[in-house]
């Protein structure tokens, strides 16, 4: 059937894309809102490091509950940084390139990379927050959810 995987489960789409986004933006205000306090009691880098955890560990709440409809798990939060590496190796990529080889504005290139690296981000995400469904696997939906368009059914691994 169109629109769904090899295991009966409701392809993504662009509402997951969208979804995926704007948590992107709340987490960018997140980590501002967290960045800016710490910055005066803390030296920067500090600041910043405990500022990107927290904004982190809210993004995986956020994508988990709210984008991917799905339970989270220590493995899941344990794994869900890599989506941090892989937005940021997307983005420097497409920077350097876009100003680089193409000349693009540098001032304009980090949004431009930022949009081009989404779709991966996404992917990424979605792999480590709704893996493949294994054979055999028990799966109902996430509390809160049954009946609702789009609930998901549950993953393996202890809940958070």
Do not use: E
């Not at 941090?84 to 949004?111: D, E, F, K």
């Amino acid at each position: 059937m169109a629109g769904r995987s090899a295991g009966g489960r409701r392809a993504g789409g662009a509402g997951q894309l969208v979804r995926f986004a704007a948590v992107g933006a709340v987490n960018t205000a997140t980590f501002y809102a967290c960045y800016l306090p710490l910055h005066r009691l803390l030296p920067y880098f500090a600041a910043y490091s405990l500022a990107f955890a927290l904004s982190t560990a809210g993004s995986f709440l956020l994508n988990t509950y709210f984008t991917y409809r799905t339970r989270p798990t220590w493995k899941k939060f344990l794994l869900f940084p890599l989506t941090q590496v892989t937005n940021y190796a997307m983005q420097s990529a497409g920077l350097v390139a876009l100003v680089g080889w193409y000349g693009v504005n540098s001032a304009l290139a980090p949004l431009v990379a930022a949009a081009f690296a989404l779709p991966v981000g996404h992917l990424v995400a979605r792999r480590i927050l709704r893996p493949p469904a294994r054979a055999g696997a028990d799966a109902g939906p996430v509390p809160g959810t049954a009946g609702q368009a789009g609930a998901s059914p549950v993953r393996s691994g202890d809940p958070v």
